[in-house]
């Protein structure tokens, strides 16, 4: 049986206890009318207490939890900072306010509760990041030497298919991702789904995940928090991750094209590995000589293909007859397509 049901008894119960003191004493002395009047208020209390006990007990605490559970721990942490910090500012005026004039030195100090701390947690979450900037700059100022506090402090999401592709440990060990690295529970549980995945090779990519996990765990340079923090009311992955980062006004790092598209039209941040890994590739200009080692043919008559040491295709003219051989070539062309950078190129010497 759900709690609810419990709720609505205990309400009924208590309700109906209510009913039957009300009637006795609104009832006049007959006897008659006494007890019908108290049978009648025991019943309405009883349906009152059948009816409205659950949206004044579990309904409220729900959606309390709901809320909470949406909220960032930095959100939580200056709001309970800034109600403790206009509490004891009202306690302290509360004396002085308490020898105005009556009424209004026995109703100020209470007032005066209210006001400042309602402004201590609207001023505490308002600058928040400035907040766990100063503590995450007081607590790891040893580790991060010469970052800045707002750096060291960011807070990065990371989606299911990053943490699946590993890259993301390798970045995080040269320290190019301060802050932390926040993996909630509703990802995490996506990993754990696809591992266990009757399809081997799903079930292969989502053991890739768990042992990439455990290696930014790992990792000195990376802070990686798993948070329980969920987003109510919606089911997809992707669209609690672009909720979630709208709310904690932080970034999501990943390499899923679909949801790099969704977040940026909802002005989400996000921080794209394939991007990353386009924009440190090898710049070579036209005109310019490399060795490249060339391993197949091409789709035209005559073209060899072979590859830079960071994965770059590079199109050699008249490249069939240096199958397997490793030759230096002069780049024609620089092409950059959707799917990373190309290079065209023919034999040294060959015009």
Same mark, same amino acid.
Do not use: H, W
């Given at each position: 049986m759900s709690a609810d049901f419990f709720i609505r008894i205990i309400g009924m119960a208590v309700f109906s206890v209510l009913g039957v003191y009300v009637g006795n004493g609104l009832t006049p002395y007959n006897q008659d009318k006494q007890? /019908?009047? +108290?049978?009648?208020?025991?019943?309405?209390?009883?349906?009152?207490?059948?009816?409205?006990? #659950?949206?004044?007990?579990?309904?409220?605490?729900?959606?309390?939890?709901?809320?909470?559970?949406?909220?960032?721990?930095?959100?939580?942490?200056s709001a309970l900072i800034g109600l403790v910090i206009g509490l004891l500012t009202a306690a302290l005026l509360?004396? #002085?306010?308490?020898?105005?004039?009556?009424?209004? &030195?026995?109703?100020?100090?209470?007032?005066?509760?209210?006001?400042?701390?309602?402004? &201590?947690?609207?001023?505490?979450?308002?600058?928040?990041?400035?907040? +766990?900037?100063?503590?995450?700059?007081?607590?790891?100022?040893e580790e991060n030497t010469g970052a800045s506090p707002a750096? *060291?402090?960011?807070?990065?999401?990371?989606?299911? *298919?990053?943490?699946?592709?590993?890259?993301?440990?390798?970045?995080?060990?040269?320290?190019?991702?301060?802050?932390?690295?926040?993996?909630?529970?509703?990802?995490? =549980?996506?990993?754990?789904?696809?591992?266990?995945?009757?399809? *081997?090779?799903?079930?292969?990519? &989502?053991?890739?995940?768990?042992?990439v996990l455990a290696e930014l765990q790992k990792t000195s340079a990376a802070v990686v928090r798993i948070s329980d923090v969920d987003v109510e009311g919606v089911r997809e992955v992707d669209d609690k991750l672009v909720i979630l980062a709208r709310?904690?006004?932080?970034?999501?790092?990943? =390499?899923?094209?679909?949801?790099?598209?969704?977040?940026?039209? !909802?002005?989400?941040?996000? /921080?794209?590995?394939?991007?990353?890994? =386009?924009? $440190?590739?090898?710049?070579?200009?036209? &005109?310019?000589?490399?060795? $490249? =080692? $060339?391993? !197949?043919?091409g789709k035209e008559i005559n073209q060899g293909v072979g590859y830079m040491e960071d994965g770059t295709m590079v199109v050699v003219e008249n490249g069939n007859k240096y199958l397997n051989k490793e030759i230096t070539v002069t780049v024609t062309k620089v092409l950059q397509t959707a799917a990373g950078r190309m290079i065209f190129a023919r034999p040294e010497g060959k015009e």
């Open positions: 007890l /019908l009047y +108290t049978v009648t208020f025991t019943l309405l209390g009883a349906l009152i207490g059948l009816v409205l006990t #659950p949206y004044i007990t579990t309904r409220p605490i729900r959606a309390l939890r709901a809320l909470l559970g949406r909220l960032a721990a930095e959100t939580l942490f509360a004396f #002085p306010l308490s020898l105005l004039p009556s009424p209004v &030195g026995k109703v100020m100090p209470m007032i005066g509760v209210l006001i400042f701390g309602y402004f &201590g947690v609207a001023v505490f979450t308002t600058r928040q990041a400035d907040i +766990t900037s100063i503590l995450g700059g007081l607590t790891r100022r750096q *060291s402090s960011r807070t990065i999401l990371l989606d299911t *298919s990053v943490i699946i592709d590993g890259r993301v440990a390798d970045i995080a060990k040269t320290g190019f991702l301060p802050g932390t690295l926040l993996i909630p529970r509703f990802v995490l =549980n996506e990993l754990q789904y696809i591992a266990d995945s009757p399809d *081997s090779l799903r079930r292969q990519r &989502g053991r890739r995940g768990m042992e709310q904690m006004k932080c970034p999501i790092l990943t =390499n899923d094209f679909n949801l790099n598209r969704i977040a940026e039209l !909802q002005g989400v941040v996000i /921080l794209n590995i394939n991007e990353l890994a =386009n924009a $440190v590739k090898s710049v070579v200009l036209p &005109g310019e000589y490399m060795s $490249v =080692n $060339v391993i !197949q043919e």
